[in-house]
């Protein structure tokens, strides 16, 4: 089993940036390819960026590629999103989510667990 608690949400303006981390408890952080999804109201959770396991690879969907850097900490057990030139589309409940069994993956059904999520807001 492994824990996920997502912080780091709030209210910002478009043009500004925000930072989402995810701190990870239970069985070795290390072994899990890490992701960030996010759901917008009436939308479907959609793949934002993903990690893998060691840390050296990273993926991340076309809308916020350049503008989101997704890190992990594995001596701390952590994985963090770096949120930069926020739009109001990127306004939704964001989700830490491990997946076991491959080194990086984009599709939400290969990720094992989940955090309960933290809202973000991009105002106009």
């Known amino acids: 089993q492994v824990q996920l608690v997502e912080s780091g949400g709030g209210l910002v303006q478009a043009g500004g940036s925000l930072r989402l981390s995810c701190s990870a408890s239970g069985r070795t952080f290390s072994w899990y390819a890490m992701g960030w999804f996010r759901q917008a109201p009436g939308k479907e959770r959609e793949f934002v960026a993903a990690?893998?396991?060691?840390?050296?690879?990273?993926l991340y969907a076309d809308s916020v590629k350049g503008r989101f850097t997704i890190t992990r900490d594995n001596a701390k057990n952590t994985v963090s999103l770096q949120m930069n030139s926020l739009k109001p589309e990127d306004t939704a409940v964001y989700y830490c989510?491990?997946?076991?069994?491959?080194?990086?993956?984009?599709?939400?059904?290969?990720?094992?667990?989940w955090g309960q999520g933290t809202q973000v807001t991009v105002s106009s």
């Open positions: 990690i893998e396991w060691i840390g050296s690879r990273t």
């Open positions: 989510a491990a997946a076991s069994g491959v080194p990086i993956t984009t599709r939400p059904g290969r990720y094992d667990y």
